[in-house]
């Protein structure tokens, strides 16, 4: 069993930076992905960008390419996620998951899928 724990986040600003944080995470197989999902009210769930452990790869949805980064400090084993110029549509709780790894989302068997955890709340406002 993999505890994870998100970071708290509060209200920002539309074009500001955020960073979250995922402690907890495990890179103790080579079959294993981590990530980030969102979601919105009204909205599906939408897988926003992951990294996979045998590999170090990542995967970033077309809507946040190029302004969502996600790393992972294995050291301290947290995975991080920095939201660069953030939009009112961000507005979303975001979920830290882990899963076996595979091609949903690019990077998780979708079966795997039930770490979802309370989440954090994201809200960007102008």
């Known amino acids: 069993e993999v505890q994870l724990v998100e970071s708290v986040v509060g209200f920002v600003q539309a074009v500001g930076s955020l960073r979250l944080s995922c402690a907890g995470t495990?890179?103790?197989?080579?079959?294993?992905?981590i990530g980030w999902f969102r979601h919105a009210p009204g909205k599906e769930r939408e897988g926003v960008s992951c990294?996979?452990?045998?590999?170090?790869?990542?995967y970033d949805a077309d809507s946040v390419k190029g302004r969502f980064t996600i790393s992972v400090d294995v050291a301290k084993n947290t995975v991080y996620l920095q939201i660069n110029s953030l939009k009112y549509e961000d507005t979303a709780v975001y979920y830290c998951?882990?899963?076996?790894?595979?091609?949903?989302?690019?990077?998780?068997?979708?079966?795997?899928?039930?770490?979802w955890g309370q989440g954090t709340l994201v809200t960007v406002s102008s």
């Open positions: 998951v882990v899963a076996v790894a595979g091609t949903g989302y690019g990077c998780y068997d979708n079966s795997a899928l039930n770490g």
């Open positions: 990294i996979k452990s045998v590999d170090a790869s990542t």
């Open positions: 495990v890179f103790t197989s080579d079959d294993y992905a």
